[in-house]
């Protein structure tokens, strides 16, 4: 299908690109940006005046609950909110149940994603069997069936020497390992950040060196291997420092942050929402202030929604016992957006955290409008104002902190590959 998008402001910070221009797409490719190939005649048109129009957006972090969890959601569910968002690519972890640990159930989990509406999906594999962090996967026969890196999900290699492994495995076939920094027993029975708020409420505190001593761990292990290590989910100013550090020493790292921990900190737990029970925890002001200034200069490589869909049994409860995760697909857009605006941060660079640059730690040639790539594609209204409610989620889980909150940034149209995935309702 042969698609003219016209009158809008195209923003591909992959190629820096800013201005106001037609996009082309045919054959579900980008066929052109500012000016028609030759003989090109469009079947179908697009108005985006008014509207941003940019690659589609690439999560990091995304857990769409198949297999074994469809009681939480369903991969239809799942993938109709990703459309909303503007989400064309995205990884999800391991932790399915059972885990992602043998090309069936890889190939599978692809299979059942190759419709034209659905995202295009990259899992993520167990690093060890079962995700019990004892024997190792065979991560080559993994990476045949579709994974793209190999991690634990939120859960933690006790065995150092298992995971010093892992790595060097991992490095020698230069497979990426995707690592969670925190400590089990320093975080055991935690809920909330270990401060000032948690000890008001009376809840069991994670302290940050439950993060830092677990950094430091998987940080040298990356230097003694050569290893390509992202850590997943980074959640306070200490580990953004030593992420930092490790560059500066050479050690192959990454790392990205949850889109929820930008704008959230341990007083939102409030009068014990549930809604705020996360993992890793939301931590103090300062270490908010700290992730949001790491993503800007680019120590923090990528902004993902980190989501995780909970059915209403998993948050109706105490806080101590309700269920961590926060739905995040549909919001991952308009949060980016509201850091940037809050940072004043330009559009172009806002925008390559959660596209062209979760593209790159992916090691995929997506997040992008140049010509003859995919032509996924994210059209948003930066204007218009979206209250979030239950039923506006398309996303089976309605846990979220930001219900009930206005946030700008509203998805018009998301093509993939070409195809119209989301379009505004008649």
């Given at each position: ?218 940080l040298h292990l990356a230097q003694e291997t050569g290893a390509r290590l992202h850590v997943a989910r980074i959640s306070s100013a200490a580990g953004v420092e030593m992420i930092r550090a490790a560059r500066a020493a050479g050690i192959k790292v990454s790392c990205d942050v949850a889109a929820h ?38 120590t923090v490589d990528a902004l993902c929604s980190d989501h995780t869909p909970v059915d209403d049994d998993g948050k109706q409860a105490p806080f101590g016992e309700a269920e961590a995760g926060a739905t995040g697909l549909e919001l991952l857009l308009p949060l980016t957006l509201k850091w940037a ?36 594609i994210c059209i948003f209204d930066p204007e218009a104002r979206v209250r979030i409610t239950r039923e506006r989620l398309k996303s089976q889980g309605k846990n979220t902190p930001f219900l009930g909150q206005e946030l700008a940034g509203e998805v018009r149209y998301t093509l993939i590959d070409g ?8």
């Amino acid at each position: 299908m042969r698609i003219q998008i016209t009158n809008g402001r195209v923003v591909d910070p992959a190629n820096n690109v800013d201005r106001n221009t037609d996009v082309f797409v045919a054959d579900g490719l980008i066929a052109g940006v500012g000016k028609a190939p030759a003989g090109f005649n469009a079947e179908a048109s697009i108005d985006a005046a008014g509207c941003i129009v940019c690659p589609g957006l690439v999560d990091l972090a995304a857990r769409l609950r198949e297999p074994g969890f469809e009681y939480r959601a369903t991969l239809e569910s799942e993938m109709a909110a990703a459309a909303a968002g503007g989400i064309t690519s995205l990884a999800c972890p391991p932790d399915t149940d059972p885990p992602l640990d043998e090309p069936g159930l890889v190939e599978m989990l692809t299979h059942r994603a190759r419709l034209p509406d659905f995202a295009h999906v990259y899992p993520v594999g167990a690093l060890t069997v079962g995700l019990a962090g004892q024997r190792l996967t065979e991560m080559a026969e993994l990476a045949e069936a579709g994974c793209v890196a190999f991690g634990q999900a939120n859960t933690v290699i006790l065995d150092t020497q298992v995971l010093l492994r892992a790595m060097q495995y991992a490095a020698t076939f230069g497979f990426p390992v995707w690592l969670s920094a925190q400590d089990p027993y320093l975080a055991r029975s935690g809920v909330a950040h270990d401060g000032e708020v948690a000890a008001r409420l009376g809840l069991t505190g994670i302290p940050v060196v439950a993060e830092t001593i677990a950094l430091a761990t998987i940080l040298h292990l990356a230097q003694e291997t050569g290893a390509r290590l992202h850590v997943a989910r980074i959640s306070s100013a200490a580990g953004v420092e030593m992420i930092r550090a490790a560059r500066a020493a050479g050690i192959k790292v990454s790392c990205d942050v949850a889109a929820h921990h930008l704008h959230l900190c341990e007083n939102d737990i409030g009068f014990f929402n549930p809604h705020a029970r996360l993992d890793p925890p939301l931590r103090a002001l300062s270490d908010r202030d700290a992730l949001r200034a790491g993503l800007a200069d680019g120590t923090v490589d990528a902004l993902c929604s980190d989501h995780t869909p909970v059915d209403d049994d998993g948050k109706q409860a105490p806080f101590g016992e309700a269920e961590a995760g926060a739905t995040g697909l549909e919001l991952l857009l308009p949060l980016t957006l509201k850091w940037a605006h809050e940072m004043k941060l330009p559009l172009v660079k806002a925008l390559a955290r959660v596209t062209s640059d979760p593209a790159r730690v992916l090691g995929l040639a997506a997040g992008t409008l140049g010509v003859g790539r995919a032509a996924d594609i994210c059209i948003f209204d930066p204007e218009a104002r979206v209250r979030i409610t239950r039923e506006r989620l398309k996303s089976q889980g309605k846990n979220t902190p930001f219900l009930g909150q206005e946030l700008a940034g509203e998805v018009r149209y998301t093509l993939i590959d070409g195809h119209p995935a989301h379009t505004p309702p008649l």
